[in-house]
RNA sequence: UCCCCGGUAGCUCAAUGGUGGAGCGUGCGGCUGUUAACCGCAAGGUUCUUGGUUCGAGUCCAAGCCGGGGAGCCA
C-alpha cells in the first residue's frame, strides 16, 4: 500500500505522473454528470487533496456515490492541474478503494463546526478535525524544537524517574504507585508501606529536576523532557494532572544565564513553529485566535522584558488599580497582576526576578545582600499574555551551609535529601535551570484557550477517559 | 476545593407555567467541474437524574451528576 502524503503531493508539479494517497473522506459532492469530488485528507497538512471519480471507474455506482465523510480510501491516478477554483491540483482518479466504511448516521464528526467542548467527549476522532490535526502537527514540530535547541547547544538529554521516592519539595499532591491492596477487607490490618513494591511509599514525579541537578553537576548541561504528574484537584482551563515538562540544568551557571537561555529557548520554538507550522497557524489564526500570528512575530523579533519582584510590586502599587488582592512586598503575585504585567503595561513576555524567599522553594539560591526582612532568591518566572507563567526556574542553592539553614527553618529533614546535599559536599559548583510546561507553551503558540485541547488524551480531575 | 453560568433532535441552539421548534447533519428526489454546493420532501425527542410545588413543569424549588468560565495551587 505505497502511498504518497498529500503534503508532499501539493508541492509537486503536476505532470500527470500516476501517484496512490490514503486518505480520509472530508466531503464529497457527487455530480449527476457522471462523476463525484472526494475531498481527502491524510493528516499530513491541512489542506486537502481534491480527487475526480469518475463514473466510469468500476465500482462508482456501488460504492463511490455512497461515500461520506470519514470513510478511508486508497486512490490511485493521475496528478492534474485542477480545472476548478479552489485548488491548484487534483488526483484523476484510476482507482478508487474504499477500506473502511463510516455509517453517517452513527459517525459523529459532521462536516461542521463543533464546540471543543464536544469534540472532547470524541477524543478518539478529533484529530480528524482540522484544528486538532493542526495542534498535533505543530506538538509534533515543537517537541522536536526542544530537542533540537538543546543538542545545539551540548546539553545531554537526561532520563529522570517517573516514578519518585521524595515527597520533595511539597511541589504538589503526588499520585501514590503501589501495589498493595487499595481496599482491604474489614478488620485486616493497615498495610505497612515497607511491604509495598518498592519497600517504601512511592509517587509519580512532580519534577525531574532533583535529579536533573545531580547530572547537571556530572555532565553540565542537561535537560529533561517527558511526563509528569500532579494529584492537584485543580479544575481551570491550565492544568493538568498528567502534563509534559522540559527542565534544562545547567552547571556553572547563574540566574542570569538561566534567564538568558529560557528567552532563547522561547523565541526558538516559536520560530520554528513559524518556519514549519506556517499553514497550520494560519488555520488557527483564521479559526481559532486572530491574534496568533501576529504575537508569535513579534516576540521573535523583541527582547523579552525583565524585572525585579520588588519592581512588579511598585509597578502594581502606582497601577491606581484597585486590586481583588491586595498588592504588596511579600505577597506573591496573583492571576490578575501577572496579567496586569504582561498584557498591559509590557505587552509582551516578562521575565520576573528576585522573589521574597518566604514564599519559594528551599533549593533556590539566597540572594546576597538583602536587606534585613526583605531576603530574596535568585527565582525567575517568565510570565506570557493569556497563559500566565510559561516557565519557573531558579539559581539552585550551591552552598551548603546555607542550604541546610533554609531547610531548618522549612522542618525538611536533611536525611530525606542525602544525595542531593551530597551534591553541595562534593564538587559544589553554582548551577541554575527551569522548567517548561509543554502544554502551555502550546497553548500560547495555537490560541487554543483550554489546555484540554492541546494533548490527546487529557487526564484532569474525574476525567481519564480513553 | 470555592464562586458564577449551563444541560432540549446526531451537532449548534430557540421555546410568557398551558399541544416542544429552527439551522446544520442524515435519508429520498431534483440540479450542478463541484468547493462545508444549491432547491424540495421526510425521518428524527424519556427536555441530564431523582424528588417536590401546581389543575398543569422544558420552564418554578431542592439535591445529585456532567460540562464551561473565574479563583486557589502551579507548569
Not at 30 to 41: E, M, V
Not at 81 to 102: D, I
Not at 312 to 330: D, F, I, M, N
Request: some cysteine.
Amino acid at each position: 500500500m505505497a502511498r504518497t502524503l498529500i503534503k508532499d503531493v501539493l508541492t509537486t508539479p503536476p505532470t500527470g505522473q500516476e501517484i496512490t494517497i490514503g486518505g480520509w473522506v472530508r466531503t464529497v459532492r457527487n455530480s449527476k454528470g457522471g462523476f463525484s469530488f472526494l475531498a481527502l485528507n491524510d493528516g499530513s497538512t491541512i489542506a486537502q487533496l481534491q480527487v475526480v471519480a469518475d463514473g466510469k471507474l468500476p465500482n462508482y455506482a456501488a460504492e463511490l456515490v455512497k461515500l461520506t465523510a470519514g470513510c478511508a480510501v486508497l486512490a490511485t491516478g493521475t496528478l492534474v492541474q485542477s480545472q476548478g477554483k479552489g485548488q491548484t491540483v487534483e488526483l484523476q482518479a484510476t482507482a478508487v478503494q474504499v477500506l473502511g466504511w463510516a455509517d453517517p448516521e452513527a459517525y459523529p464528526i459532521q462536516p461542521k463546526k463543533h464546540t471543543f467542548e464536544f469534540l472532547r467527549t470524541q477524543a478518539h476522532l478529533r484529530a480528524r478535525t482540522n484544528t486538532f490535526a493542526a495542534v498535533t502537527r505543530i506538538r509534533n514540530v515543537v517537541s522536536m524544537a526542544i530537542h533540537d535547541f538543546f543538542q545545539q547547544r551540548g546539553f545531554i538529554y537526561v532520563h529522570t524517574p517517573i516514578i519518585t521516592a521524595s515527597d520533595c519539595e511539597g511541589a504538589g499532591q503526588m499520585f501514590r504507585v503501589t501495589t498493595l491492596e487499595a481496599n482491604p477487607p474489614a478488620g485486616a490490618p493497615r498495610p505497612d508501606p515497607n511491604d509495598d513494591f518498592f519497600g517504601r511509599p512511592t509517587y509519580l514525579t512532580v519534577s525531574g529536576q532533583l535529579e536533573g541537578e545531580t547530572y547537571a553537576c556530572a555532565m553540565g548541561n542537561i535537560y529533561t523532557f517527558g511526563p509528569t504528574f500532579r494529584a492537584e484537584n485543580s479544575n481551570t482551563p491550565r492544568h493538568l494532572a498528567e502534563f509534559w515538562m522540559v527542565e534544562p540544568e545547567m552547571a556553572f551557571c547563574d540566574l542570569e544565564g538561566d534567564a538568558e537561555t529560557a528567552e532563547a529557548f522561547l523565541k526558538h520554538i516559536f520560530r520554528t513553529a513559524l518556519e514549519r507550522c506556517t499553514k497550520d497557524l494560519e488555520f488557527l489564526s483564521e479559526h481559532v485566535d486572530a491574534t496568533v500570528l501576529p504575537t508569535l512575530t513579534a516576540i521573535v523579533a523583541s527582547d523579552f522584558e525583565r524585572v525585579t519582584y520588588t519592581e512588579a510590586v511598585a509597578l502594581l502599587e502606582k497601577s491606581g488599580r484597585t486590586w481583588q488582592y491586595p498588592v504588596g512586598w511579600g505577597t506573591d503575585l496573583q492571576t490578575e497582576h501577572e496579567r496586569y504585567l504582561t498584557e498591559e503595561v509590557f505587552r509582551k513576555p516578562v521575565v520576573v526576578t528576585h522573589y521574597p524567599a518566604a514564599i519559594k522553594s528551599f533549593y533556590m539560591r539566597l540572594d546576597d545582600g538583602t536587606a534585613p526582612g526583605r531576603a530574596t532568591v535568585a527565582a525567575m518566572d517568565v510570565l506570557v499574555p493569556k497563559i500566565g507563567e510559561l516557565i519557573g526556574g531558579s539559581q539552585r542553592e550551591e552552598r551548603l551551609d546555607v542550604l541546610l539553614q533554609r531547610m531548618a527553618e522549612l522542618k525538611l529533614r536533611p536525611e530525606d535529601y542525602w544525595w542531593y546535599l551530597d551534591l553541595r559536599r562534593y564538587g559544589s559548583v553554582p548551577h541554575a535551570g527551569f522548567g517548561l510546561g509543554l502544554e502551555r507553551t502550546l497553548q500560547f503558540i495555537t490560541g487554543m484557550a483550554n489546555i484540554r485541547d492541546v494533548i490527546p488524551y487529557p487526564r484532569a480531575p474525574r476525567s481519564a477517559e480513553f
